[in-house]
Every structure is written in C-alpha cells, then in structure tokens.
C-alpha cells in the first residue's frame, strides 16, 4: 500500500431494480443511510468488539457491519468479497468494504497476496504487523520495534495494571481518552514503517479516523 491515499478511493456500486417488494422496501430504506461500510476481521471477537464500539445506537446517517471471521489473510479477502457481492445482488451495496488482518506468523506470500487482491476490489485493508495489538499499544507509547504478539500482551498488561484480555469488549472505552495519542504515534510510526511487511506497523489508525468522521457526521444530522 506505501504511503498512497486510499481515502479517496470509491467504488461506484449500483442497486440493481426490481419489483420484489422487499427489495424495494429495502431500497427506500437505503435513501435514508448515506453510507453503509463493511469491516470484516480476522479476530472473531476482540476487533469487532473494539470497532462495533463505534457506531451511534440508532444512526440513520452510515450503517457498520462488522463481522467477525477467524479467518485469516487470502481467506479473509475471500470472504469479504463473498459478503459485498451477496449484498450487492440484494440490493443494498456497501460504499466501503474494510478487511482487518494481522501479519503474524503467517507465510508473507499469503498475507501479501491478500492484500493485492484485496486493493484489486477496491477493498481497503487495516492491517497489523505483527498483531492487532500494536494499535492498543501505541495508546500509552510509540513504539517502533518488532516484537511477538506475546509480548505486546505484556506490555499492555502492564500499562493497563491488570492481564491485559483479547476479547474484553470494554478496550475501546478504556483506551478512548488516549485515542488521539495512539493517531498521532500510528502516524509517525507509519511514516518510517509505511509498508504492510514493515515490523512493526498499523493502518489500523486510517479505519479508526474513517469511523470516527462517520460519527462526526451522525451527529451532526
């Protein structure tokens, strides 16, 4: 991906015309949403936990759907792809589609190659190398070493004082006072670190800043 925008990437999706009349209800209802995203994750529980912590209860402005997998790399982007043509041929598109995925100890031929295909669908990709965890971390400090997921565990156990959890669903209120901290040292790490296969670095921080303009937007409507 380098240091080139994705932001001002949009796909032009069409909904297809039909006289089923669930499809049109479906249709009238999608007048009132501008937009609807789809972030589909490799963690079954602790990334759709921290992102589903940001949609507004109740927001007609955008739609989220985020889907947990325990899928990883090309499967992930396989699965991503299946999610948005299934929706387009119901008529109700995604503007945006998010695959989230971590590095890991997965072979590089695999996890560089889900990312390609994925920017081959206009998918963007909010990866993590080596772990998801980085983006916690980069809340209490930067950090611009390679380290295992193991021990990001440890770091963000000591910083929180207490065992640090995958799946606790209370990390995005926890670590929210802190949020502007952990963008600006994402984006100073990604200016040094700015290719998916750099260890360690994060495009996480790009979905944060894209969900947190979709709440901006929600309330002021």
Not at 12 to 39: A, C, F, P, V
Not at 194 to 201: G, L
Request: glycine letters at 4%.
């Amino acid at each position: 991906m380098g240091s080139e925008d994705l932001f001002h990437r949009r796909k032009n999706h069409g909904i297809s015309k039909t006289r089923d009349s669930r499809s049109y209800k479906r249709i009238q209802n999608r007048r009132e949403i501008r937009e609807r995203i789809l972030i589909v994750c490799e963690g079954e529980r602790t990334e759709p936990n921290y992102f589903r912590a940001f949609i507004p209860q109740g927001s007609f402005v955008f739609q989220v759907d985020v889907r947990g997998t325990g899928y990883n790399t090309i499967r992930l982007v396989k699965e991503a792809r299946r999610v948005s043509k299934e929706a387009r041929n119901e008529g109700e598109p995604y503007d945006e589609v998010w695959c989230v995925m971590d590095r890991d100890q997965f072979p590089v031929e695999h996890y560089n190659t889900a990312i390609e295909i994925a920017k081959s669908r206009d998918f963007f990709v909010a990866y993590s190398n080596e772990a998801f965890e980085l983006w916690y971390l980069l809340h209490f400090q930067y950090f611009d070493t390679g380290i295992s997921r193991q021990q990001y565990i440890v770091k963000l156990s000591g910083h929180l004082n207490r065992p640090y959890r995958k799946n606790d669903c209370r990390m995005y209120s926890i670590l929210l006072s802190s949020q502007s901290t952990a963008l600006k040292n994402a984006e100073t790490l990604y200016q040094k670190n700015n290719k998916p296969t750099d260890n360690p670095s994060t495009a996480v921080f790009r979905l944060v800043k894209r969900l947190n303009d979709l709440r901006s937007k929600s309330t002021q409507s």
